[in-house]
């Protein structure tokens, strides 16, 4: 295939895909005076972009950093969930909230509609009552990160080894509450012991909303192949991690450090366990090829020229997230608040 044929594939192929980001932190910064709905230079995602880049359903993290205190996780997190509502209502109907699989069946690529899913990362925000998951079910959350890196009431995360510990009960308690509702569990930041007691507990499909694999970059967030092939036999999906410091020891990652993850990947549990979770808005640096959401399409590009077909590249984009999202979410909405 010549160059311009390929290039020409890679962009009907990219246009056509129902694509999907399992993690942005776009919401913190919505806390910190950028406008979700204007285009801007500042970071990396904002609904413009998201729609230029041809996003069709993204995942918005509810994150509160750690000093928020113990205090103030819960109250981070609402004035998150708060900002998204409040663009969802200015957006006149181009970004859509996505809370049931009827909902998510709404969504058609290259419609002008962004799909936001609301998923929280770090269950310190829960403030150890299993009376925020429904409170939070009812704001429209459908996903859960049990931890960031660092340990809380439901778990340790990945950056306390020395602890060794795994789930707590609370955290099988929530992890059963979650199930119950519909959510999407998430295991990344999740301590290795704690990602075997999830895998243990979770009866469906658990996620790594954005991890990356051991076995090509051995840093403490990416996951071991034993883990892959365990999240794969559960039916699960890895989002791709876009942050240069878990792809490569090189000072800047690129495309293509990236790219050699998602063959890694594929190659032990499959393409159709494979898909994109960014970090972008979450992340410092990003790859020097893909500086925002807008260069997805060169993703696109690098997968098809890395081997992948076009069956699997559309999974890898939002295909293999949405098969897993209409298995897990709620039938129909629920009521609110």
């Known amino acids: 295939m010549s160059a311009a044929a390929a290039e020409a594939l890679a962009r009907r192929l990219h246009g056509e895909a129902f694509i999907v980001d399992a993690h942005t932190d776009a919401l913190l910064h919505a806390l910190r005076g950028r406008d979700l709905l204007a285009r801007t230079s500042q970071g990396h995602v904002d609904l413009p972009r998201l729609l230029e880049a041809g996003v069709t359903l993204q995942v918005f993290a509810l994150w509160a950093p750690r000093e928020a205190g113990p205090a103030g996780y819960l109250a981070h997190a609402l004035r998150q969930v708060a900002s998204f509502w409040q663009a969802v209502d200015r957006s006149a109907?181009?970004?859509?909230?996505?809370?049931?699989?009827?909902?998510?069946?709404?969504?058609?690529?290259?419609?002008?509609?962004?799909?936001?899913?609301?998923?929280?990362?770090?269950?310190?925000?829960?403030?150890?009552?299993?009376?925020?998951?429904?409170?939070?079910?009812?704001?429209?959350?459908?996903?859960?990160?049990?931890?960031?890196?660092?340990?809380?009431?439901?778990?340790?995360?990945?950056?306390?080894?020395?602890?060794?510990?795994?789930?707590?009960?609370?955290?099988?308690?929530?992890?059963?509450?979650?199930?119950?509702?519909?959510?999407v569990l998430d295991v990344s930041h999740l301590s290795e012991?704690?990602?075997?007691?999830?895998?243990?507990?979770?009866?469906?499909?658990?996620?790594?909303?954005?991890?990356?694999?051991?076995?090509?970059?051995?840093?403490?967030?990416?996951?071991?192949?034993?883990?892959?092939?365990?999240?794969?036999?559960?039916?699960?999906?890895?989002?791709?991690?876009?942050?240069?410091?878990?792809?490569?020891?090189?000072?800047?990652?690129?495309?293509?450090?990236?790219?050699?993850?998602?063959?890694?990947?594929?190659?032990?549990?499959?393409?159709?366990?494979?898909?994109l979770g960014s970090d972008f808005d979450g992340i410092s640096q990003t790859p020097e090829d893909l500086p925002d959401v807008t260069a997805l399409p060169r993703l696109t590009a690098a997968l098809l020229e890395a081997g992948f077909s076009e069956e699997e590249t559309r999974?890898?984009?939002?295909?293999?997230?949405?098969?897993?999202?209409?298995?897990?979410?709620?039938?129909?909405?629920?009521?609110?608040l």
């Not at 998510?104 to 770090?122: C, K, T, Y």
């Not at 909303?209 to 559960?234: F, G, M």
Request: net charge negative; aromatic share 6%.
């Open 93 to 183: 109907g181009r970004l859509r909230p996505i809370r049931s699989r009827q909902e998510l069946d709404g969504l058609v690529p290259g419609a002008g509609v962004v799909g936001g899913l609301l998923s929280i990362e770090g269950g310190e925000i829960l403030q150890g009552s299993l009376e925020m998951v429904e409170i939070f079910h009812r704001l429209g959350v459908r996903a859960l990160g049990l931890t960031w890196n660092h340990r809380n009431e439901l778990a340790d995360g990945c950056l306390d080894p020395e602890a060794g510990g795994g789930l707590t009960r609370f955290g099988r308690e929530v992890v059963r509450a979650c199930e119950a509702r519909g959510w």
């Open 315 to 336: 999974g890898i984009l939002g295909g293999n997230f949405r098969r897993l999202f209409q298995s897990v979410l709620p039938v129909a909405e629920e009521p609110s």
């Open 193 to 275: 012991r704690g990602f075997w007691d999830l895998m243990e507990t979770a009866q469906g499909p658990v996620i790594a909303s954005h991890s990356n694999a051991h076995a090509v970059h051995p840093h403490p967030r990416n996951l071991r192949d034993e883990q892959l092939v365990a999240l794969a036999q559960k039916g699960g999906v890895v989002g791709l991690n876009f942050y240069p410091g878990f792809l490569t020891h090189e000072a800047r990652g690129t495309l293509q450090d990236l790219v050699r993850h998602a063959v890694h990947i594929a190659q032990v549990i499959g393409p159709e366990h494979l898909g």
